[in-house]
């Protein structure tokens, strides 16, 4: 099965890559963007995918400092 | 007194790591797919790019097999000193609150940094001079290059509070020195035993004075004399 992990920064804590990309939309002539903020995915194949939350919590995502969003692929 | 100097794929400090140590003591280099600490009575977790930083700094290195020698051997109380991306190491193994992030200003920035020694009554700190003429003042002053991407300290509130309040805050960067945003100006924690200790800047870049200063040589005598005091 086709899992996407999506990981980001916990709201609250500082993400400056997210303000660094929403400084620079603007510059381009693209107004009314709010609240950017920049994570990583995460693709694979997984047989089981009742261990992708262990997954998570033990090596993909840090749970101090990141949400994860896990999306299975119809 | 021998210090164990881990080496991972894509490490570049263990060798001055190493050759700091060995001004103190014996060192050998322990390479990360050995469980075996062969004897060491201190370890010490260098800087670099283990496992590449792939996914983040230091969340694979956690999981290699000297590693859970490591944990191990922090668990029955063993000296263990993470420095720069041996801190984001230990913090990945759970063996120090908090975690490392991106440098508020987004870039790798190699500059020499000003620490204050806010605890000097610890394994790591203990051998620190007071700074000032005359010994005014009772805080150590350390004069250490920092070079990192990756080196905001980041803990929630409940955890800042437990960590300030016990003690476990060692070093800070000094007035106008924390150019990655850390917070509460934290650059270096231990655990709550304080028998780990984890720091961005680099002491074992500072211990000749060909490089500008000695100021990095104090931890690593520390840590022998705590090693030593403990055999007594």
Known sequence: MRARVLIRPKAGILDPQGEAVQRALPALGFEGVANVHVGRLVELDVQDASQLESMCERLLANPLVEDYEIVLDK | ?232
């Open chain 2, 1 to 232: 007194m021998k210090f164990g100097v881990l080496r991972f794929p894509g490490s570049c400090d263990e060798v001055d790591a190493l050759h700091a140590a060995r001004r103190v003591g014996d060192a050998e280099l322990l390479w990360h797919g050995e469980r075996d600490l062969r004897g060491a009575d201190a370890i010490v977790v260098p800087g670099g790019f283990s496992y590449g930083d792939y996914l983040r700094a230091g969340a694979i290195a956690r999981f290699s097999p000297v590693m859970e020698s490591v944990v191990a051997f922090a668990r029955d109380g063993g000296i263990v000193l993470g420095i720069c991306n041996g801190f984001q190491v230990l913090c990945e193994a759970q063996l120090l609150p908090g975690a490392l992030l991106p440098n508020a200003n987004l870039r790798f920035t190699f500059r020499q940094v000003q620490l204050d020694v806010v605890e000097r009554d610890t394994a790591f700190t203990c051998a620190c001079a007071p700074a000032g003429p005359g010994g005014q003042g009772t805080a150590a002053r350390l004069s250490i290059p920092a070079k990192h991407s990756w080196g905001r300290y980041h803990a929630d509130e409940p955890t800042l509070a437990s960590i300030e309040a016990g003690g476990q805050v060692v070093l800070r960067y000094a007035e106008g020195e924390n150019f990655n945003g850390s917070l509460h100006d934290i650059a270096g924690v231990r655990n709550a035993r304080g028998n780990v200790l984890g720091l961005m800047p680099h002491p074992e870049h500072a211990v000749d004075a060909l490089c500008g200063s000695t100021d990095g040589l104090c931890i690593f005598v520390s840590m022998r004399i705590a090693v030593e005091g403990a055999r007594v």
